[in-house]
């Protein structure tokens, strides 16, 4: 296999694993929690492969999932004590957790991590790593381990769908069926963590962030399933995965750097272009609505001043209500082709049944 | 042995010149971000520095491609802009979309920072050795400041405090009642705005010394701390500059005894234990201190309960 469909193949494994955990953590509200339990799997790590003296890969993963395990506890801890709001605990321990792992790294020469490369990563020498069964070559072994990680992030979600899904929504309900949130949110931490320990070394700690958020973020805008939340999210992060890939060959720049920097511009698309949520059909709502309304208060205001016998002209409208006469015109008309008025010879608006209807409607709420 | 060692790096700070100047950059990052870290703490939007400080990141790669300089004001100038832009952003998501605060937060931090890392690595591979030391803005490297650097973080310190001096009694309430605020016919809104330049601000300052990864820990931790002890704003934020500044200044000095050590994470560790004492020993909420009362309290009860059993049982 080439060096660059192995590396492809990785990024696309690794946008595949965050994203699909990613769609619990964005519903949970829990994505800081996912930034800090990224940052201190560092810490893990790093004393694992003090501990085994090698980065196995085994070794390796029980230590950033313990490190993760540590800093979800050490959070609650904090936040339990009253004393610390649970943003603010967040922001206390990741930090704490990240700085002794940086320093470890930094000072010890014999661990082979470089301090920048745990921020983004070293995908760039995924394919040199090859995994021999019997001194027989298998391949990539980051395609191995992060083939079998996909495998257990979606049978980690297929089994426990049902109790995921409910304990995501209404964790009363949860709590009410004997579905046991706590255990339910203590296994998607253990996931997360899993997960982020086995991306950290291929993309590094805010990458694996913005794979796990990202994407999910983005699918969220577009559905209200979360099957289908989950599908597009993995979707997303994929296209996000494979665009960012060619724009780091293309300008020759960080590979991870710009998976998430392409995962943004994904989002920034669906943001401004999505239906129903994004920016665009928002504006296009608002403006329908407010133009809806102000139908509505230019009938009543015609309706005062036939009652007290004056004469309403577009012109009298719009210097009445402050509109522009152009828009007080667009309005009238509007509510002539509706046939909510009608127009005399001279001009002056009068209303027809509906439009009184419609008015009185107004006036009554 | 140690104590001696101590003294002499202690005394480093009156005699060497290099450490002087890192020494007091990372005490103006300390006391200023422990001053303006309160607020984020008690507006509740702790990790909004976070956010902040990465979306920084990609200014500083923008401003060295534009100005071709690494004079320390053009850095800081872009690392501002895009703070803000990355702040706004957060906000815009979060006011838009059904999308909450804090994936809004994990969006801006890790797009604007990979944004950064791509500039940075464009800049590695066009600019040839020039760029070197761009990279030290992510754990920050206090031993590269010059003298200038630190009268450029000095200026801006001081200006972020003469705004916080000044706009104190709006930054309370905007801070602790905005509707009242509202009510009384303060801008609320440019408040929280002028509130977030100043800490936009604290974080570009804060990117020599402890880096964009590290510096959420400099707004919250020693703010957290301060308030263990104190619950008046008032001194709740010369503590929490205090505890800021302590920690700026032991972190650098620890991190100059040895070679290529950042700043950042040293810091980061001593404000933390700052906190964690502040935890165990504050004297009205400490976990030593409620032990002990507990204990007593528990003693007290159980005294009070054997006399009143004594009185309606006297024979046992």
């Not at chain 1, 829990?30 to 085994?58: K, P, Q, W």
């Not at chain 1, 006469?325 to 082709?337: G, H, P, R, V």
């Not at chain 2, 620890?254 to 001593?270: A, D, K, N, R, Y």
Request: glycine share 10%; charged share 15%; net charge positive.
């Amino acid at each position: 296999m080439s060096a660059d469909l192995i590396i492809i193949g990785t990024a696309m494994l690794v946008a595949a694993n965050c994203a699909s955990i990613g769609a619990f953590l964005v519903l949970r509200q829990m994505a800081m929690m996912s930034d800090a339990i990224s940052h201190a799997v560092l810490l893990g790590i790093v004393i694992a492969v003090f501990v085994v003296g090698g980065r196995e890969t085994v070794p390796v993963i029980v230590g950033g999932v313990l490190s993760g395990i540590l800093t979800v506890s050490l959070v609650e801890l904090l936040y339990r004590t009253g004393r610390l709001k649970k943003d603010s605990s967040i922001g206390i321990v990741f930090p704490f957790l990240f700085a002794i792992g940086v320093i470890l790294v930094t000072q010890a020469g014999n661990v082979h991590i470089d301090a920048q490369h745990v921020l983004y990563g070293s995908i760039e020498f995924v394919p040199f790593d090859t995994l021999y069964v019997d001194e027989i070559n298998i391949g990539s072994k980051s395609l191995w381990v992060l083939g079998i990680l996909a495998i257990a992030n979606i049978s980690f979600i297929a089994i426990l769908y049902k109790e995921l899904k409910i304990s995501t929504f209404d964790a009363s309900l949860a709590v009410s069926v004997g579905m046991m949130p706590v255990l339910i949110h203590y296994l998607l931490m253990i996931m997360v963590a899993t997960t982020a320990v086995v991306a950290f070394e291929s993309v590094g700690a805010i990458l694996v962030i913005a794979f796990f958020i990202v994407p999910a973020a983005g699918a969220y805008l577009l559905t209200d399933r979360l099957s289908r939340m989950i599908v597009l999210s993995v979707g997303l992060g994929i296209i996000s995965a494979i665009t960012g890939y060619m724009l780091a060959i293309l300008a020759d720049v960080s590979i991870a750097g710009s998976m998430a920097t392409m995962a943004g511009v994904v989002f920034g698309l669906i943001w401004v272009f999505a239906p129903n949520r994004g920016l665009i059909s928002r504006w296009r709502r608002i403006s329908k609505q407010r133009f809806e309304i102000d139908v509505g208060i230019m009938l009543t205001h015609v309706k005062d001043k036939i009652e007290l016998h004056h004469q309403v002209t577009p012109l009298s409208i719009s210097s009445a209500l402050g509109w522009t006469f152009e828009y007080s015109k667009k309005i009238c008309e509007f509510a002539l082709e509706r046939k909510l008025a009608g127009k005399d010879d001279l001009g002056n608006l009068s209303l027809t049944e509906s439009g009184r209807k419609k008015a009185e409607h107004y006036t009554a709420n | 042995m140690v104590l001696e060692e101590i003294v002499t790096i202690f005394f480093g700070i009156f005699t060497d010149y290099t450490l002087r100047y890192v020494a007091l950059g990372s005490a103006i990052l300390g006391i200023t971000s422990g001053a303006l870290g309160c607020f984020t703490v008690l507006r509740k939007q702790s990790l909004f520095g976070d956010a902040l400080s990465h979306a920084a990141l990609p200014g500083i790669g923008i401003a060295y491609l534009f100005a071709g300089t690494k004079d320390s004001l053009f850095l800081m100038l872009g690392a501002a802009v895009f703070a803000w832009f990355g702040g706004i952003v957060t906000l815009g998501i979060t006011s838009t979309t059904r999308i909450k605060q804090d994936a809004a937060l994990g969006i801006t931090l890790s797009v604007f920072f990979g944004l950064g890392i791509v500039l940075l690595t464009y800049l590695q591979s066009t600019g040839g050795a020039s760029q070197g030391g761009l990279d030290r803005f992510l754990f920050g490297q206090a031993a590269a400041l010059i003298e200038t650097d630190v009268l450029n973080l000095g200026i801006l310190a001081a200006g972020c405090f003469v705004v916080l001096i000044v706009f104190f009694k709006e930054f309370k309430i905007a801070t602790f009642d905005s509707a009242f605020g509202q009510s009384l016919g303060f801008p609320t809104r440019y408040l929280s705005a002028l509130l977030t330049s100043v800490i936009v601000v604290a974080v570009v300052i804060g990117l020599h010394t402890v880096g964009v990864v590290l510096m959420v820990s400099m707004l919250i931790t020693p703010a957290a701390a301060a308030r263990q002890w104190i619950s008046s704003l008032k001194n709740m934020l010369i503590l929490s500059a205090i505890f800021g500044g302590i920690s700026g200044v032991v972190g650098s000095m620890i991190s100059s005894t040895t070679e290529g050590m950042s700043t950042g994470p040293i810091i980061v560790i001593t404000i933390t234990t700052i906190l964690g004492i502040s935890l165990m020993f504050s004297p009205k909420q400490g976990y030593l201190f409620q032990y002990i009362r507990k204990k007593r309290q528990y003693q007290n009860n159980s005294k009070t309960i054997s006399s009143i059993s004594k009185e309606t049982n006297p024979r046992s």
